[in-house]
């Protein structure tokens, strides 16, 4: 089985590093544009099932490529983005003294920290372990499936599958429409690439 996870492409709030969280942001040009050359990487390959965020972003950027290869996205909540709390929509340079301090020690350890108001890692890792599962008991080993998503989901992802610590996933890097590919064989979950963009050269 073969799960190739994307992250959804660039919006407005992306370019201003705006946290945005569960803050339902479109697209903006770049991300169109974007969503547009990932279709076209893909124009050649048979996929069974994309699975979509519930986040208007997502659905954006899944739009042409579903499209493109007549699947129906399926929406899956357990693939929406972390709740960042009361920290959405802020920069880095919009928080005071105390709460940058919080963000930072957040970002070094999210187990210990959660954003106020905001979604535990560990309420995270259960949801995107529960979708993970689920992807096993319903795809055969022969098919393949995108999964347009967030950046937070994908790195959480990457974790849970390589059986890494909670807090690397703050030291993964994963970009605006990039793939992300595992593979599932055996009983383990092998990643075979990771942050790849060459679809938008």
Known sequence: MKLIWVRHGETLWNNQYRLQGLSDVKLNEKGLWQAEKLADA?????LSHIFVSPLCRAQMFA????????????ICNDLREI???HWEGLRYADMDAATQKLYLSWCNDP???TPPAGEAIQTVRERVANFMQKTIETLSEEE????????GIIRVAVTLALQMPA????????????LTIMYYYGGLWYLSKLNDTAHLQ
């Open 42 to 46: 893909f124009n050649q390959q048979s």
């Open 63 to 74: 739009a042409p490529l579903a499209a493109r290869l007549g699947v129906q996205p399926q």
């Open 83 to 85: 709740s960042f709390g």
């Open 111 to 113: 187990v210990n920290y």
């Open 144 to 151: 393949a499936a995108v999964i347009v998503t967030h950046g």
């Open 167 to 178: 807090a690397a996933a703050g030291r993964l890097q994963v970009d605006t429409a990039s």
